[in-house]
Protein backbone atom coordinates (compact mmCIF):
# COMPACT_ATOMS: atom_id res chain seq x y z
CA UNK A 1 0.00 0.00 0.00
CA UNK A 2 0.83 3.58 -0.64
CA UNK A 3 -0.82 6.70 0.57
CA UNK A 4 -1.46 9.47 -2.05
CA UNK A 5 -1.99 13.07 -1.34
CA UNK A 6 -3.68 15.27 -3.76
CA UNK A 7 -5.24 18.73 -4.09
CA UNK A 8 -8.47 19.38 -5.35
CA UNK A 9 -7.43 19.56 -8.87
CA UNK A 10 -6.75 16.04 -8.97
CA UNK A 11 -2.78 17.28 -8.97
CA UNK A 12 -1.01 14.35 -6.78
CA UNK A 13 1.21 16.52 -4.36
CA UNK A 14 2.57 13.58 -1.98
CA UNK A 15 3.11 10.09 -2.44
CA UNK A 16 4.57 7.92 0.65
CA UNK A 17 4.61 4.50 1.91
CA UNK A 18 1.97 2.42 3.88
CA UNK A 19 -1.23 3.59 4.73
CA UNK A 20 -0.64 4.50 8.85
CA UNK A 21 -0.53 7.84 10.91
CA UNK A 22 3.29 7.65 9.63
CA UNK A 23 2.76 7.98 6.10
CA UNK A 24 0.14 10.28 6.30
CA UNK A 25 2.77 12.41 8.08
CA UNK A 26 5.41 11.48 5.46
CA UNK A 27 3.05 12.99 2.83
CA UNK A 28 2.10 15.93 4.65
CA UNK A 29 5.99 16.94 5.42
CA UNK A 30 6.83 16.93 1.69
CA UNK A 31 4.39 19.61 1.07
CA UNK A 32 6.13 23.10 1.35
CA UNK A 33 4.68 25.42 4.04
CA UNK A 34 2.58 27.65 2.15
CA UNK A 35 0.41 24.95 0.98
CA UNK A 36 0.22 23.70 4.43
CA UNK A 37 -1.19 27.07 6.18
CA UNK A 38 -3.34 27.69 2.45
CA UNK A 39 -4.86 24.33 3.48
CA UNK A 40 -8.76 24.90 3.67
CA UNK A 41 -10.12 21.01 4.37
CA UNK A 42 -8.74 17.28 4.39
CA UNK A 43 -10.96 14.86 2.79
CA UNK A 44 -10.46 11.41 3.94
CA UNK A 45 -12.09 7.71 4.55
CA UNK A 46 -12.55 7.11 7.56
CA UNK A 47 -9.67 5.61 8.93
CA UNK A 48 -8.52 6.16 12.72
CA UNK A 49 -4.65 6.82 11.46
CA UNK A 50 -5.15 9.48 9.15
CA UNK A 51 -7.66 10.97 11.27
CA UNK A 52 -5.06 11.02 14.03
CA UNK A 53 -2.49 12.09 11.77
CA UNK A 54 -4.57 15.32 11.03
CA UNK A 55 -5.51 15.95 14.29
CA UNK A 56 -1.60 16.30 15.08
CA UNK A 57 -1.06 18.84 11.71
CA UNK A 58 -3.58 20.64 12.56
CA UNK A 59 -5.04 21.95 16.26
CA UNK A 60 -8.27 22.63 14.64
CA UNK A 61 -8.68 19.44 12.59
CA UNK A 62 -12.07 18.84 13.47
CA UNK A 63 -13.19 22.06 11.81
CA UNK A 64 -11.54 20.99 8.55
CA UNK A 65 -11.42 17.25 7.91
CA UNK A 66 -14.25 16.32 5.64
CA UNK A 67 -15.53 12.78 5.43
CA UNK A 68 -16.08 11.35 1.52
CA UNK A 69 -19.95 10.15 1.44
CA UNK A 70 -18.56 8.00 -0.43
CA UNK A 71 -17.37 5.49 2.23
CA UNK A 72 -20.94 6.52 4.01
CA UNK A 73 -22.54 5.37 0.75
CA UNK A 74 -20.91 2.04 0.58
CA UNK A 75 -21.36 1.64 4.37
CA UNK A 76 -24.89 1.82 4.09
CA UNK A 77 -24.86 -0.23 0.43
CA UNK A 78 -23.41 -3.08 2.18
CA UNK A 79 -25.32 -3.09 5.37
CA UNK A 80 -28.80 -3.09 3.03
CA UNK A 81 -27.06 -6.11 1.20
CA UNK A 82 -26.15 -8.29 4.18
CA UNK A 83 -30.15 -7.64 5.70
CA UNK A 84 -31.28 -8.85 2.41
CA UNK A 85 -29.13 -11.96 2.41
CA UNK A 86 -30.39 -13.03 6.30
CA UNK A 87 -33.94 -12.32 4.98
CA UNK A 88 -33.71 -14.60 2.13
CA UNK A 89 -33.42 -17.38 3.91
CA UNK A 90 -36.90 -17.07 5.19
CA UNK A 91 -38.49 -17.02 2.17
CA UNK A 92 -40.55 -19.35 0.34
CA UNK A 93 -38.12 -21.25 -2.60
CA UNK A 94 -39.98 -19.33 -5.31
CA UNK A 95 -40.04 -16.14 -3.97
CA UNK A 96 -36.19 -16.70 -2.87
CA UNK A 97 -35.82 -17.30 -6.76
CA UNK A 98 -36.87 -13.75 -7.34
CA UNK A 99 -35.19 -12.03 -4.29
CA UNK A 100 -32.27 -13.45 -5.68
CA UNK A 101 -33.07 -12.05 -9.58
CA UNK A 102 -33.30 -8.56 -8.42
CA UNK A 103 -30.58 -8.23 -5.71
CA UNK A 104 -28.92 -5.55 -7.40
CA UNK A 105 -32.37 -2.94 -7.43
CA UNK A 106 -31.73 -2.62 -4.09
CA UNK A 107 -28.31 -1.38 -4.12
CA UNK A 108 -29.27 1.23 -6.93
CA UNK A 109 -30.55 4.61 -6.34
CA UNK A 110 -34.68 4.88 -6.63
CA UNK A 111 -34.20 7.71 -9.46
CA UNK A 112 -32.21 4.92 -11.45
CA UNK A 113 -34.73 2.58 -11.32
CA UNK A 114 -36.95 1.96 -14.07
CA UNK A 115 -40.44 1.69 -13.33
CA UNK A 116 -41.01 -2.06 -13.71
CA UNK A 117 -37.75 -2.68 -11.74
CA UNK A 118 -39.22 -0.85 -9.04
CA UNK A 119 -42.80 -3.03 -9.56
CA UNK A 120 -40.71 -6.31 -8.95
CA UNK A 121 -39.25 -4.79 -5.81
CA UNK A 122 -42.72 -3.20 -4.35
CA UNK A 123 -44.05 -6.96 -4.65
CA UNK A 124 -41.31 -8.49 -2.75
CA UNK A 125 -41.01 -5.60 0.27
CA UNK A 126 -43.85 -7.59 2.27
CA UNK A 127 -41.70 -10.47 2.48
CA UNK A 128 -38.24 -8.49 2.89
CA UNK A 129 -39.23 -5.73 5.31
CA UNK A 130 -35.95 -5.26 7.02
CA UNK A 131 -34.47 -5.01 3.46
CA UNK A 132 -37.06 -2.84 2.70
CA UNK A 133 -36.59 -0.54 5.44
CA UNK A 134 -32.89 -0.28 5.30
CA UNK A 135 -33.46 0.34 1.72
CA UNK A 136 -35.11 3.59 2.69
CA UNK A 137 -32.98 4.62 5.47
CA UNK A 138 -30.00 4.66 2.69
CA UNK A 139 -32.34 6.83 0.39
CA UNK A 140 -33.08 9.17 3.16
CA UNK A 141 -29.58 9.52 3.78
CA UNK A 142 -28.63 10.38 0.21
CA UNK A 143 -31.53 12.96 0.42
CA UNK A 144 -30.34 14.48 3.26
CA UNK A 145 -26.10 14.62 1.84
CA UNK A 146 -27.28 15.95 -1.31
CA UNK A 147 -30.43 18.45 0.17
CA UNK A 148 -30.18 22.15 -1.41
CA UNK A 149 -29.64 23.56 1.73
CA UNK A 150 -26.87 23.43 4.51
CA UNK A 151 -28.60 24.95 7.19
CA UNK A 152 -30.27 22.44 9.79
CA UNK A 153 -29.14 19.26 8.11
CA UNK A 154 -26.94 18.41 11.60
CA UNK A 155 -30.46 17.94 13.19
CA UNK A 156 -32.00 15.95 10.01
CA UNK A 157 -28.82 13.65 10.73
CA UNK A 158 -29.81 13.34 14.13
CA UNK A 159 -33.69 12.44 13.11
CA UNK A 160 -32.31 9.69 10.58
CA UNK A 161 -29.93 8.13 13.64
CA UNK A 162 -32.16 8.01 16.29
CA UNK A 163 -34.98 6.50 14.07
CA UNK A 164 -32.36 3.76 12.21
CA UNK A 165 -31.56 2.88 16.14
CA UNK A 166 -35.73 2.50 16.76
CA UNK A 167 -35.71 0.34 13.59
CA UNK A 168 -33.75 -2.24 15.72
CA UNK A 169 -32.13 -3.35 12.76
CA UNK A 170 -28.64 -4.66 13.92
CA UNK A 171 -26.26 -4.14 10.81
CA UNK A 172 -28.19 -0.56 9.76
CA UNK A 173 -27.85 0.11 13.21
CA UNK A 174 -23.88 0.08 12.98
CA UNK A 175 -23.75 2.21 10.08
CA UNK A 176 -26.16 4.86 12.14
CA UNK A 177 -23.83 4.66 14.83
CA UNK A 178 -20.40 5.28 12.87
CA UNK A 179 -22.41 8.34 11.14
CA UNK A 180 -23.71 9.51 15.12
CA UNK A 181 -19.32 9.52 16.05
CA UNK A 182 -18.27 10.67 12.82
CA UNK A 183 -21.20 13.59 12.22
CA UNK A 184 -18.87 16.73 12.55
CA UNK A 185 -16.46 15.50 9.38
CA UNK A 186 -19.75 14.31 7.44
CA UNK A 187 -21.22 17.87 8.10
CA UNK A 188 -17.61 19.68 7.27
CA UNK A 189 -17.88 17.92 3.63
CA UNK A 190 -21.44 18.91 3.07
CA UNK A 191 -20.41 22.65 4.52
CA UNK A 192 -17.04 22.83 2.22
CA UNK A 193 -18.89 20.72 -0.63
CA UNK A 194 -15.83 18.25 -1.32
CA UNK A 195 -15.47 14.69 -2.07
CA UNK A 196 -12.89 12.30 -2.96
CA UNK A 197 -14.05 11.90 -6.32
CA UNK A 198 -10.93 12.96 -7.81
CA UNK A 199 -8.93 11.03 -5.40
CA UNK A 200 -10.68 7.67 -5.85
CA UNK A 201 -10.25 8.62 -9.90
CA UNK A 202 -6.65 8.79 -9.47
CA UNK A 203 -6.24 5.65 -7.08
CA UNK A 204 -8.02 3.56 -10.17
CA UNK A 205 -5.60 5.33 -12.45
CA UNK A 206 -2.55 4.12 -10.70
CA UNK A 207 -4.53 0.58 -10.02
CA UNK A 208 -4.65 0.72 -13.78
CA UNK A 209 -0.49 1.69 -14.04
CA UNK A 210 0.40 -1.21 -11.67
CA UNK A 211 -1.39 -3.46 -14.40
CA UNK A 212 -0.22 -1.65 -17.54
CA UNK A 213 3.75 -1.91 -16.28
CA UNK A 214 2.77 -5.32 -14.74
CA UNK A 215 4.16 -4.66 -11.17
CA UNK A 216 7.33 -2.77 -10.68
CA UNK A 217 10.11 -3.87 -8.98
CA UNK A 218 10.25 -1.80 -5.65
CA UNK A 219 8.07 0.64 -4.06
CA UNK A 220 10.40 3.99 -4.93
CA UNK A 221 9.74 2.77 -8.58
CA UNK A 222 5.78 2.66 -8.12
CA UNK A 223 6.42 5.96 -6.20
CA UNK A 224 8.31 7.85 -8.75
CA UNK A 225 5.73 6.28 -11.52
CA UNK A 226 3.02 7.95 -9.49
CA UNK A 227 4.67 11.59 -9.10
CA UNK A 228 5.66 11.37 -12.88
CA UNK A 229 2.12 10.25 -14.41
CA UNK A 230 -0.12 12.09 -11.41
CA UNK A 231 1.99 14.82 -10.47
CA UNK A 232 0.93 17.33 -13.28
CA UNK A 233 4.89 17.79 -13.26
CA UNK A 234 6.62 21.09 -15.35
CA UNK A 235 8.21 19.28 -18.36
CA UNK A 236 9.67 22.13 -19.98
CA UNK A 237 13.25 22.76 -20.46
CA UNK A 238 14.27 26.34 -18.62
CA UNK A 239 18.07 27.22 -19.07
Known sequence: YVTVLSNSQGQVLAVSDGRSKASFNACFEQLPSYKKSKTKTICMDMSPAYISAAKAAFPDAEKRIAFDHFHIAKLLTEAVNAIRKDEIYRLSPSMRQEAHRTRFFWLKQRHNLPAHSQERLNKLVPSLMD???AWYFKEQARDIWYGNCVRGTKQRWLEWIALVKASNIKALISVA???????WGILNAMRFGV???LAEAINSQIRLLRVKAMGYRNTERFKRAILFHFGKLDMRFHH
Open 131 to 133: TAL
Open 177 to 183: ETVESKL
Open 195 to 197: SNG
